[in-house]
């Protein structure tokens, strides 16, 4: 099966080759050998938002705290 790289750097997959894999929106990409290999992945929303949080510094106390806020109207 062939699948073209357009100018946009963008690549169609065969129907035939995302249903032979667990279905999944994004991709791990890596090169190996000259080669490009792609491995399913399955995000978790959650992790995505706690590496967030961590960024900005914010504990679980703080977002507790802030919803606690929020819903006595502040």
Known sequence: ???KLTSKNQLTLPKAV?????????FE???ENGRIVL?????NRADG????????????SDVTE???WARTGG
């Open 1 to 3: 099966m062939l699948a």
């Open 18 to 26: 995302t249903t032979a894999v667990e279905a999944t929106d994004y």
């Open 29 to 31: 990409v890596t090169a």
């Open 39 to 43: 491995t399913p992945v399955r995000v």
């Open 49 to 60: 938002v706690r590496a967030k949080l961590a960024g900005l510094g914010l504990s679980e």
């Open 66 to 68: 802030a919803i606690t």
